[in-house]
């Protein structure tokens, strides 16, 4: 029996969950370190990190990865993009720098709503569970990407140890779960539970980088009781393709 919910359902749920999200995810140990730290890793790889680029955040949430990529990437002209109305509006109504903007969209209909490339990087946090095709999701960002472009991603996807489930179950059903259903948001994180369960461990989603035309695919661990649990997977968008310019 699963517990997933997909498109539009899942996007009333967020709805409905923006009004506690931030202070839920705020009693995670850890949760904006670690992305602050996979935003830093997406940086790295970069000719130049900041003034000048031109950033998507895919799946900004309450922009909690927009902060993230702001920090990290000082300057840059970032474009956060939610399917979630609830979670875009309350990510819209915090202080931002110059240069970042909102845009309400699902991560599979980026070009009706106007989202366009190139694009120097792309960051996707707690994203790829939660949409229906994740390798067409990939392909679309491949394409916005600029030749020599960066995607990272930031993901509940395990490890492969039977640990690395077993933690997880027990703090969704111990913490996450109990919480949520106080704050009347208890189907969104029976969801959150199944999702990284039914998903790819990190080492198979990394696959699907390579699969969808990636190189410098790398999986990297984050700490703290989310190793394992937790991972940053970086790719880029070759310079060059069959020999010739991308």
């Given amino acids: 029996m699963t517990l997933l919910l997909r498109d539009e359902d899942l996007a009333t749920a967020f709805d409905h969950a923006a009004r506690g999200y931030d202070a839920l995810v705020a009693a995670n140990p850890g949760y904006h370190a670690h992305l602050r730290r996979s935003a830093r890793r997406l940086g790295l790889g970069l000719p130049r990190r900041g003034e000048g680029m031109r950033v998507l955040d895919l799946g900004c949430g309450t922009g909690a ?6 920090a990290a ?10 399917a979630s109305a609830g979670m875009l509006e309350r990510a819209a109504a915090k202080p931002w720098p110059d240069g970042v903007t909102f845009v309400r969209a699902a991560a599979e209909g980026l070009a009706g709503a106007g989202v366009e490339g190139p694009f120097d990087a792309v960051f996707a946090a707690y994203l790829f569970r939660n949409v229906s095709d994740p390798d ?7 394409d916005l990407l600029a030749p020599g472009g960066r995607l990272g991603v930031h993901e509940y996807a395990l490890g492969g140890r039977r640990v690395d489930r077993a933690v997880w179950t027990a703090v969704c059903r111990g913490v996450v779960q109990p919480v949520a259903s106080v704050l009347g948001d208890g189907e969104l994180y029976r969801h959150l539970h199944r999702s990284v369960v039914e998903f790819d461990t990190a080492d198979r989603f990394a696959g699907r980088l390579r699969a969808t035309g990636f190189d410098a695919v790398r999986v990297l661990p984050l700490p703290g009781w989310q190793t394992g649990i937790t991972h940053t997977i970086v790719g880029r968008r070759p310079r060059t393709e069959n020999g010739a310019e991308a």
């Fill in 65 to 70: 990865s927009t902060a993230a990529l702001a």
């Fill in 136 to 142: 067409g999701v990939l392909t679309t960002v491949r």
């Fill in 73 to 82: 990437l000082p300057g840059a002209r970032i474009v956060a993009v939610d």
